[in-house]
Each structure stands twice: as structure tokens, then as C-alpha cells.
């Protein structure tokens, strides 16, 4: 079974028409049903062109870019929803975006009772690896190249010859990657911005990098980068080590098949471990790290007004973070997601610490609440299978992290409905629960 297909049958050519499955695994994306009829049907009709045409111009952006942090806006989705491809046809709303090594794919049903040319029923939450998504893009290219003719034909191997001549070309690779994770299409970002980009991957790491350009992404990631690891470097900043918790842990590769909450929470239960049981107390999270146990008090002087922070390392033994929070709760919490971070990229030299819904930023988010906040610990304190809130606020006091770290550990493991985590990362579709995609790992 391919995790992704894009399937075209037959080209009618009286109509110009193809038909359209999507499949997710086993599941038809394009499950649908007409208005004139009451039977589900798992295919549509609709040219080929468009949809050909759709996935090669934003082929660099549905691979790279991520969900934006502050929230999908109508510039997002025509590079990433197939409901934009248009052309005056009903395509289904199947969302696509990158995470590094795997895409997202997220489908939405439309709402019962609302019918236009025909109502798409199918809704899904899904992970690929990012060459089963290129698989099936490649292979739609190919069957597109056989219903053309004409002018469209030689318009469209053009496109696709383009394409496939800058994915095989290290140095232009490297700089749409650049551009598509800042939301750019290809060629309208400024110049200076990719170079100066391209100038800190040669600093740090051209992966390091991209993840900053994820955290905030637009025209000022250079110029906030530079300004986070020059103020990092020089005074606004915490000094931990890193090494003996590193060493606990052993090495974790990003590149493992398994979700990145997986990883967490076996990187995290290494080094639990050696810790004991109980709440990680800030004498013995101090000693962990080899930080001053004051740096956990809740501050004024932060870098909350900054988009994300930053570890700068210059070796596990001396590591420095910029930390935005200002509450004791928060400031662990960012701390932990620090380590993780350490522990994913296995001391890379800059690990941004943000909102976005990269792999390696739900990795920290896991790691953290699991170190934390470990599940078993929070069900024997609670003691019960539907706690108040009363109760998440007597644990969060427990365990030192924030109501919404319960909640959520509670949310995720199915121990508490969904709809009491009350705090979104994102705006999602409407009509869609803004957990699915906040919280899915």
C-alpha cells in the first residue's frame, strides 16, 4: 500500500476531462457525492492542465514550507490547497505542507446540508514521508504528459523540465528551499534575503537555518536571526550544559521513521530514567543542566517581545539559550524544549526554539511535557479518569508546568476530551477542531 496517489484515468476527449482519485493510503480523498444523486462516488472529473500546472508552480512550497506560525492566511492556502487550483471546477480541500523529512496531509469534508457541483465527505489528519509525497507528484507529472497536446503539452514539459533541473541542482535546490519555507514563490523573494540566509547556513547549518526560517518566516528572518544570535552571543542569555544529560540519551536520529512524539518520549524516558520518580523539582532540574536554579524564577527582564528563541552552541558543554518566558513554569518548560532540542539535532550549532509546526519543534514540545509532566506520574496523582479543573490546576503546581501542559499530555494520550484543551497554536479551517492540527504529532 503507497502512503500517497494521485491517480488520473482516462482523458475523455470530446470534454477534456480526467477522472481524479486521491488516495491517502486506503482512503479516497475524493469520496464525494453529485447533487443528482444519493451514491458516493471516489472520483471527480476535471482537466488535467490545472491540476498538472497547480502542483509544478507550487511544487517548492508544498514541500518546504510549513504551516505558517501565526495562522494560515488566503496567500497559504492557493500554494498549498488543491480547492484553489480553480478553473472553474470543484476540487476537493486537500492541504499539503512540509515538516522537513515528511508532509502533512490535511483534508476537509465539507459541511453537511451545503451542496454545490458536488460535496466532498472525506476529512483526514495524515503523516507521509516527504519522498511518498515526491513519488506521487512525479508520477501525476507523467500521467499529465499523456493528455496534453499542442501548445499545452510543450508549455507544460517546459514547467516540469525546469522544476526537475532545480530539485537536481544542489546550490539552486538550496536557495527555493530558502524562499519556499519563507512563503516566497519561486524568484519573488529579495535576493539579499536568500543570500544572507545562505551566508548564516555556511555560520551554522543550512538545516539549522531553514528551521529560524520556519520560526518566523518573511522578509525579516535574516535580519531576526542575525539579531537573536548577535544578542545570544553577547548578553541576553542563559549558560547550561547540556553534555551528561546528552550522553543519558545516546543518539537520536532525525531521520527515523517513528513520530517525532515517539522519539520524545523514548529520549525522554532514557533520561528520566537515572532522575527518579516524581516532580522534576528545580534543585534537581538545575543539577541536570548546570544552570543556576535562580535562572527558573519568573523574570521581567525577558526576550518575550522577540518571535522565538534560540540555543547557541559552541559544544554540550557550553550551550546558551535566549529565553523568552517570563513565568517559572514557562521559563522550565522552554528550558526542557532547549535540551530537546540538543538532543534532536545532537548539538547542532543553533536550535531555534518557536511556534512552528516543524518536526523538530513538536520533538521539543514532547520531550519537554514528557520530562516534565510524565504520564504515568500525572494519572497516579490525579487518581481519576476525568479530573476537574480544580484538579489540572492542583497538578500543573505539582509538577511546576503550565494547566495547559496537563491538559494537554491528558488530551493527546485520551485520558480527557478534546474539547477542554482550550488554548490554539493556530487558526485552522472553519468548522475544523483547532487540536487536530495544533497538537498532532
Known amino acids: 500500500m503507497t502512503d500517497l496517489a494521485i491517480e488520473l484515468s482516462a482523458l475523455d476527449q470530446t470534454r477534456g476531462l480526467a477522472g481524479l482519485k486521491v488516495l491517502l493510503r486506503d482512503t479516497a480523498l475524493t469520496r464525494l457525492v453529485r447533487p443528482d444523486s444519493d451514491t458516493e462516488d471516489t472520483e471527480l472529473r476535471i482537466p488535467p492542465g490545472p491540476l498538472g500546472g497547480w502542483f509544478a508552480e507550487n511544487w517548492w512550497r508544498l514541500r518546504w514550507e510549513c504551516r505558517p506560525p501565526t495562522g494560515f492566511t488566503s496567500e497559504w492556502r492557493e500554494a498549498h490547497d488543491m480547492a484553489a487550483i480553480g478553473a472553474g471546477y470543484a476540487w476537493p480541500s486537500v492541504a499539503f505542507w512540509g515538516e522537513g523529512q515528511r508532509i502533512t496531509i490535511f483534508a476537509k469534508a465539507d459541511p453537511p446540508g451545503v451542496m454545490g457541483p458536488v460535496r466532498f465527505l472525506q476529512s483526514a489528519l495524515a503523516f507521509i514521508p516527504a519522498a511518498s509525497f515526491e513519488s506521487a507528484v512525479d508520477s501525476l507529472f507523467d500521467a499529465v504528459g499523456t493528455m496534453l497536446d499542442g501548445e499545452d ?21 538550496a536557495w527555493r528551499r530558502l524562499e519556499a519555507i519563507n512563503g516566497f514563490d519561486p524568484d519573488d523573494a529579495p535576493e539579499e534575503l536568500i543570500s544572507s540566509l545562505l551566508r548564516l547556513s555556511e555560520r551554522f547549518s543550512a538545516n539549522d537555518v531553514e528551521e529560524a526560517a520556519a520560526a518566523y518566516p518573511g522578509i525579516g528572518s535574516a535580519e531576526t536571526l542575525t539579531k537573536l544570535v548577535d ?8 549558560s547550561v550544559n547540556f553534555d551528561d544529560a546528552i550522553n543519558r540519551v545516546g543518539r537520536i536520529v532525525p531521520g527515523d521513521p517513528r513520530e517525532p512524539w515517539h522519539m520524545a518520549e523514548i529520549a525522554a524516558s532514557r533520561l528520566r530514567g537515572g532522575l527518579g520518580a516524581g516532580a522534576l523539582l528545580n534543585r534537581r532540574f538545575a543539577d541536570l543542566i548546570a544552570v543556576d536554579p535562580n535562572v527558573f524564577r519568573s523574570s521581567s527582564a525577558t526576550g518575550r517581545v522577540l518571535p522565538y528563541g534560540i540555543r547557541l552552541s559552541g559544544s554540550p558543554t557550553d550551550q546558551r539559550v535566549l529565553l523568552r518566558a517570563r513565568w517559572s513554569q514557562d521559563r522550565r518548560f522552554e528550558l526542557m524544549r532547549a535540551l530537546g532540542d540538543a538532543i534532536w539535532s545532537y548539538v547542532s550549532p543553533l536550535g531555534p526554539i518557536s511556534r512552528a509546526g516543524t518536526a523538530r519543534q513538536k520533538f521539543q514540545r514532547a520531550f519537554a511535557a514528557t520530562m516534565l509532566c510524565p504520564l504515568e506520574e500525572l494519572a497516579d496523582y490525579l487518581g481519576c479518569v476525568d479530573p476537574s479543573d480544580e484538579d ?18 491528558l488530551v493527546n494520550k485520551h485520558l480527557m476530551d478534546r474539547n477542554r484543551l482550550e488554548i490554539p497554536e493556530i487558526v485552522a479551517p472553519a468548522g475544523t477542531p483547532i487540536e487536530e492540527i495544533a497538537d498532532a504529532a
Open 153 to 173: 503539452i510543450a508549455a507544460f514539459r517546459a514547467l516540469i523540465n525546469a522544476l526537475h533541473d532545480e530539485r537536481n541542482d544542489v546550490e539552486i535546490s
Open 231 to 238: 544578542d545570544v552571543s553577547t548578553k541576553r542569555f542563559t
Open 392 to 409: 489540572i490546576a492542583a497538578a500543573a503546581r505539582h509538577f511546576h508546568v503550565s494547566e495547559r501542559v496537563v491538559r494537554s499530555v
